[in-house]
């Protein structure tokens, strides 16, 4: 029997050797207020610092990754492969890249083999 929570630490090991942190930040939309049409309260952010891959979709012809993720590449567009764990990529979410560009998650999929997240797959644009 394979044992996919060693593989998904292992998998993460190697993300992080061979990567570069990302800084993420989640911007939830806060509580509405449907008597005065307005959001009352502050919306909470989340912040999370990922080890992440990158890779430029628009160097692969046909690969895995544009299988699995559904969504027409566009010029600028990047690829992130992220450690499972901690974070779970949701639309949206901000990516910060070490050299300042910034980024909004478009897509993702994760693989998960067994019902464990061994890592996610994220197409992100400016």
Known sequence: MVDYISMSVDVSALIA???VQ???TRK???IYDEISQKTISPAPTEEFLVSAVLDNPT???NSYISEKIQTLF?????ILIMVSGVYSP???DKIL???GEIFRVI???SVRPGGVDILHMVLARK
């Open 28 to 30: 939830s939309a806060g």
């Open 22 to 24: 990302v800084q993420v």
């Open 107 to 109: 897509e993702s999929d």
């Open 90 to 92: 949701e639309p949206l």
């Open 59 to 61: 160097t692969r012809s």
């Open 17 to 19: 050797e061979v990567g």
């Open 97 to 99: 890249l070490p050299n």
């Open 74 to 78: 566009k010029s600028g567009d990047q």
